[in-house]
């Protein structure tokens, strides 16, 4: 697929892309996830799909931007795949949050940091758009330019949803400092595109203790991200 995908993108139809996210999800479920034994198969697994939703982001973009709840979804997906503790369900279970933080049947040990900045990468690519990924034709410079800030505005009207994810876990299951360090330039990107409006209806969705774990992140992002105070 990541062949297809790459080397005949003209050939893939609205329908493939949407069909290769759903399969991410799929993947990432605990009913629908494949049952796959081994120590290495869980991070093979989250590299595989990695890779899928990297070069869609990258070449397939146009594609999805009428459509970016499906791209969020499977973000969300392996979000919460990348913080789920097999060895630890009830942390979640007990809980049974709207995203259902359980873990798929391939996912028997933690994923480790280095997934995490995989992750990051993700969220940078949809955060910080290249101009080729975002241009319907040999454009000029200023059409570029206008067209990378239209897709960060589009971005920036539901990525704030998956900071949310983000924040909730962190009270289900004990999210590490080194996994949080590998995520940071990720979220930060997150935050970048993220306006007073949106972070305000994110406050206002989660209960006392989501709102100190994100007023702690939100500290860390003017402290060390790119915020300015605007």
């Not at 359980?102 to 995490?116: E, S, T």
């Not at 955060?127 to 410079?141: F, Q």
């Amino acid at each position: 697929m990541l062949f297809l995908l790459d080397k005949h993108a003209n050939a893939m139809s609205q329908y493939n892309i949407e069909a290769t996210l759903t399969s991410v999800v799929e993947v990432c479920s605990t009913t629908q996830g494949p049952k796959i034994q081994g120590s290495k198969a869980a991070g093979e697994i989250f590299a595989a799909l990695f890779k899928l939703v990297a070069l869609i982001i990258k070449r397939h973009r146009l594609r999805i931007s009428g459509h970016f709840h499906i791209l969020l979804t499977a973000l969300r997906a392996l979000l919460t795949v990348l913080l789920a503790d097999p060895n630890n369900p009830s942390s979640s279970s007990t809980r049974r949050s709207a995203h259902e933080a359980f873990h798929p049947p391939w996912l028997h040990a933690r994923l480790q940091p280095r997934h995490g900045e995989r992750f990051a990468r993700l969220l940078t690519l949809v955060c910080e758009p290249s101009a080729a990924s975002v241009a319907r034709s040999r454009s000029r410079s200023s059409e570029l330019d206008s067209a990378t800030d239209a897709a960060k505005r589009v971005a920036g009207q539901y990525m704030y949803l998956l900071l949310e994810v983000y924040v909730k876990l962190q009270l289900e299951v004990e999210v590490s400092r080194d996994m949080r360090k590998a995520l940071e330039v990720g979220i930060f990107s997150v935050l970048d595109i993220t306006s007073e409006g949106c972070r305000k209806v994110l406050n206002e969705s989660l209960d006392a203790g989501g709102r100190a774990v994100f007023r702690a992140l939100f500290g860390e992002y003017r402290k060390f991200g790119k915020w300015k105070g605007v």
